[in-house]
């Protein structure tokens, strides 16, 4: 029998809409957190001549980006707010367990984003263009005043309108 006639047997199955992961797809398409990190930082240093430390991931869904944020770091912490419990659990299963004792830096709460705005954070993000589940303009304003309310006194928030660092790039598809 040919070497690769054996070891092929073994391989994992292919995986289909019914076995796959759909929050580790979810991250593959939409999120690739070193780049964001990175541009934040820079714009954050440039505006305001320091570091930014604490973070506020509002709908952090898997909490990638927080958990990203915290590894990039040792005096970085972050908060993650989402509404959906099975998704946190996912979160905390697979980042925080992963951060092992430095999961103590990130906080990930079942709260609804317009609720929270302490403590105070440097920087507050809202990606994946997940601020649109408010449809009507008065839920957005309040949003967008919690989220000021939310931050330091020099802080920063960042939303995306456009999708992916890659959107400031002449490139063709």
Same mark, same amino acid.
């Given at each position: 029998?040919?070497?690769?006639?054996?070891?092929?047997?073994?391989?994992?199955?292919?995986?289909?809409?019914?076995?796959?992961?759909?929050?580790?797809?979810?991250?593959?398409?939409?999120? /690739?957190?070193?780049? /964001?990190?990175?541009?934040?930082?820079?714009?954050?240093?440039?505006?305001?001549?320091?570091?930014?430390?604490?973070?506020?991931?509002?709908?952090?869904?898997?909490?990638?980006?927080?958990?990203?944020?915290?590894?990039?770091?040792?005096?970085?912490?972050?908060?993650?707010? /989402?509404?959906?419990?099975?998704?946190?659990?996912?979160?905390?299963?697979?980042?925080?367990?992963?951060?092992?004792?430095?999961?103590?830096?990130?906080?990930?709460?079942?709260?609804?984003?317009?609720?929270?705005?302490?403590?105070?954070?440097?920087?507050?993000?809202?990606?994946?263009?997940?601020?649109?589940?408010?449809? /009507?303009?008065?839920?957005?304003?309040?949003?967008?005043?919690?989220?000021?309310?939310?931050?330091?006194?020099?802080?920063?928030?960042?939303?995306?309108?456009?999708?992916?660092?890659?959107?400031?790039?002449?490139?063709?598809?």
């Amino acid at each position: 029998m040919p070497p690769n006639a054996r070891s092929s047997r073994r391989l994992k199955p292919r995986p289909s809409a019914r076995t796959a992961d759909r929050f580790q797809l979810y991250e593959q398409a939409v999120q /690739d957190p070193p780049p /964001d990190i990175r541009l934040l930082t820079k714009v954050f240093e440039r505006e305001r001549g320091r570091k930014p430390l604490s973070l506020r991931e509002d709908f952090c869904g898997t909490a990638f980006f927080s958990t990203e944020w915290v590894k990039s770091r040792r005096d970085r912490t972050a908060i993650g707010l /989402d509404l959906h419990a099975p998704t946190l659990a996912y979160a905390r299963r697979k980042h925080l367990r992963a951060l092992g004792k430095e999961a103590r830096r990130v906080r990930l709460l079942r709260q609804n984003v317009i609720s929270v705005t302490r403590p105070p954070v440097d920087l507050c993000v809202a990606f994946n263009f997940s601020y649109c589940v408010f449809h /009507d303009r008065p839920t957005l304003k309040r949003y967008l005043e919690h989220a000021r309310r939310s931050l330091a006194p020099d802080g920063m928030f960042a939303l995306d309108l456009q999708g992916g660092t890659e959107a400031f790039e002449a490139m063709e598809d």
